[in-house]
């Protein structure tokens, strides 16, 4: 059974850093992107960052500059460092892997995590 397991959400002020992690286990994650989602009460949910399995990065305009995603493929597992946070940053952030950049700019990835949820308080 695939999980995909975020942690490292919380409050922090405008300003702040936080670092997600999600760890990924139930099978080979091999040339498979990983990335994250975010969804804002009201608002759809929407691309964050994604990683491909050899360090390619993809980011959203919103998020550019600040927010880094990175990979430790031994430990199948993905991180989401997010720094200068904005109050509009947040939102419940989810974990995503998919065989195509595809799925990701579409939202139809194949496993999901649970959601870890960010607050940015002005």
């Known amino acids: 059974q695939v999980q995909l397991v975020e942690s490292g959400g919380g409050l922090v002020q405008a300003g702040g850093s936080l670092r997600l992690s999600c760890a990924a286990s139930g099978r080979t994650f091999i040339n498979y992107f990983m990335g994250w989602f975010r969804q804002a009460p009201g608002k759809e949910r929407e691309f964050v960052a994604a990683?491909?399995?050899?360090?390619?990065?993809y980011y959203a305009n919103s998020v550019k500059g600040r927010f880094t995603i990175s990979r430790d493929n031994a430990k199948n597992t993905v991180y989401l460092q997010m720094n200068s946070l904005k109050p509009e940053d947040t939102a419940v952030y989810y974990c995503?892997?998919?065989?195509?950049?595809?799925?990701?700019?579409?939202?139809?990835?194949?496993?999901w995590g649970q959601g870890t949820q960010v607050t940015v308080s002005s």
């Open positions: 990683i491909t399995w050899s360090g390619n990065t």
């Open positions: 995503a892997a998919s065989n195509s950049y595809t799925d990701f700019r579409t939202g139809q990835c194949d496993y």
